[in-house]
């Protein structure tokens, strides 16, 4: 099968001279790499690859496919890999979530000497040796999770955009995981690497969750006592949704698992992780006030010029035009974001 054929132009290698260390005394039988996919043939093919570039320990290390009933191609191209890479298996998910993905794996698939288990996202190319950078770095910090930063890039007007503004502090509120640059404990980051004793004597992930299932995951394991470690120098890029409708399902479904989180686990907001709901509450109260007393207006129209005014800041320092759309990106991901906080709030529902 051609490679080129299956890569989209929106998926890039990552630059590995970041890469300084080499993974010691890693056995690939101590190993188990997940990923989780539905409908990916678009992306199967190039991820597995290059989850396979480097070492020839990689060839060794278990690659599980879990497939949530795919109704493409990704079957058949897994299958056909399967011929070149005699360590990659296929698993039927049948309850489709990302969650439960991984718990399936971790139960058919890992053995008494799995020590490391890898998340692996369908839609990501991952830089050489990757697989062993995260064991190594679980190995060298003795933490429960290893967590990795990820890069926002774009090739549409609205992407760029969109990975302009995403990883700001009025993007993201200053998240560590999104495009830091120092290594450190945190409390949430992108899920790269666990400690399977640690997986298992949380019970993994809660298939109840079908977004924010890692932030969960990471709560309970900072509440068992487990350490969080974000590597700055094991990096993936990602693209963001391309439209304002994908964007606003994304993050109103994100607010929706966050909201399920504290709930669940009587967890208090942080004041990034408030702010939408602030400004949700401030353009409401000035829309309605406004009908009877215009002052109330200019709740709503402050917040529209500070997007406004990094529209204009990152379209010069971008040089593009594209940078303009980055208000209307963070609008969405601010007003989606609260909305799902308080729909699942309010009703409870999935």
Known sequence: MNRSTREPPMLRKINTSTFKRLPLGVEPAALLAVIPALNEARHIET???????GSP?????????????????????????????????????????????????VATKATPDTRWLIRCDAHSIYPQNFILHVVEALQRTGAASVVIPMDAVG???FEKANAWVVDT???????????????????????????????????GYDESFSHNEDAEYDYRVGRAGGKIWLDADIRIEYVPRGSVRALARQYFNYGKGR?????????????????PLFVLAACVLGLVGGLFQWQAFLLPAGYLSVLLGASVSLA???????????????????????????????????
């Open 316 to 350: 010069m320092t971008h040089k593009s035009a594209c940078g303009l759309l980055s208000g209307i990106a963070a609008g969405t991901m601010h007003l989606a974001w609260a909305s799902g906080f308080v729909w699942q709030s309010v009703t409870g529902k999935r």
């Open 259 to 275: 909201a399920k989180n504290a709930r669940k686990n009587n967890v208090g907001l942080k004041l990034r992780q408030a702010a």
């Open 57 to 105: 320990l990689l060839r060794l290390v278990p690659l599980v496919v879990a497939d949530g009933g795919s109704t493409d191609d990704t079957v058949k191209i897994v299958k056909s890999l399967m011929v070149e890479y005699p360590n990659l298996h296929l698993i039927v998910n049948p309850k489709r979530l990302q969650s439960a993905a991984i718990n399936l794996a």
């Open 155 to 157: 090739e549409t007007c």
């Open 47 to 53: 991820c597995i690859r290059s989850l396979m570039e």
């Open 169 to 203: 502090l009025l993007g993201s509120g200053g998240s560590h995981h999104r495009g830091g640059n120092q290594s450190r404990y945190v409390d949430h980051g992108h899920h790269a690497g666990f400690d399977i004793i640690w997986f298992r004597s949380t019970g």
